[in-house]
């Protein structure tokens, strides 16, 4: 199994900065990686495939970049709307697995 | 547009079945490029992928769960089921159904683009 590890569990970040999020596989996984927005009380939303690919309506202010065993997800420029929980999520291989979240708070 | 829905029993005793429905409004529910899965969530933790069915109702499932778990698919109803026996409270959690696209590119990518808001399971006596 492909172990995803985040960091950092919390990032706190005004509205306007970037925030820079990270991902770790435990393996190399080429660039088979996505990365998901969730709310509280809302399921997730695909953000960002295949490590850099934006999803259809996803802001460009989301960007993805990394490939083999680490990862990034940048916001530019944070909107009050991106405080959520983000989660990396690797299909190299079955079983799916996510990493552990971040959580993006307000400063 | 894919809308997916989640239904069954809030309440589940230890030891009994979970058992879910997710009712899918799609046009290409059969497609061999969407594979339906099941996720969960404890509350306050992170996403666990449980396992997914394809058109052609082959299955695959996360091992973790050691053979408790089993994924069916209707598709005369545009449906697909979970089924966990021998539950206990560490099943408790928000249980998502969502879809997994399969799309070729010169690169291959999957990605869950559709997801149920999730229903709620506790396992409680």
């Known amino acids: 199994e492909v172990e995803m590890t985040q960091s950092p569990a919390t990032l706190s970040v005004s509205p306007g900065e970037r925030a820079t999020l990270s991902c770790r596989a435990s393996?190399?996984?080429?660039?088979?990686l996505a990365w998901y927005q969730q709310k509280p009380g809302q399921s997730p939303r695909l953000l960002i495939y295949?490590?850099?690919i934006r999803a259809t309506g996803i802001p460009a202010r989301f960007s993805g970049s990394g490939s083999g065993t680490e990862f990034t997800l940048t916001i530019s420029i944070l909107q009050s709307e991106d405080f959520a929980v983000y989660y990396c999520?690797?299909?190299?291989?079955?079983?799916?697995?996510f990493g552990q979240g971040t959580k993006v708070e307000i400063k | 547009q894919v809308h997916l829905r989640e239904s069954g029993p809030g309440l589940v005793k230890p030891s009994q079945t979970l058992s879910l429905t997710c009712t899918v409004s799609?046009?290409?529910?059969?497609?061999?490029?969407?594979?339906w899965n099941w996720v969960r969530q404890p509350a306050g933790k992170g996403l666990e992928w449980i396992g997914h069915?394809?058109?052609?109702?082959?299955?695959r499932y996360n091992p973790s769960l050691r053979g408790r778990v089993t994924i069916s698919l209707d598709t005369s109803k545009k449906q697909f089921s979970l089924q966990v026996t021998s539950v206990t409270a560490e099943d408790t959690a928000m249980y998502f159904c969502?879809?997994?696209?399969?799309?070729?590119?010169?690169?291959?990518?999957?990605?869950?683009?559709?997801w149920g808001p999730g229903t709620l399971v506790t396992v409680s006596s």
């Open positions: 393996q190399r996984i080429a660039t088979n």
């Open positions: 069915v394809k058109s052609s109702g082959n299955t």
């Open positions: 999520q690797q299909y190299y291989d079955w079983p799916r697995t």
């Open positions: 799609v046009d290409s529910f059969s497609s061999d490029t969407s594979y």
């Open positions: 969502a879809r997994e696209t399969y799309f070729y590119d010169s690169n291959g990518y999957y990605y869950f683009d559709s």
């Open positions: 295949g490590s850099s």
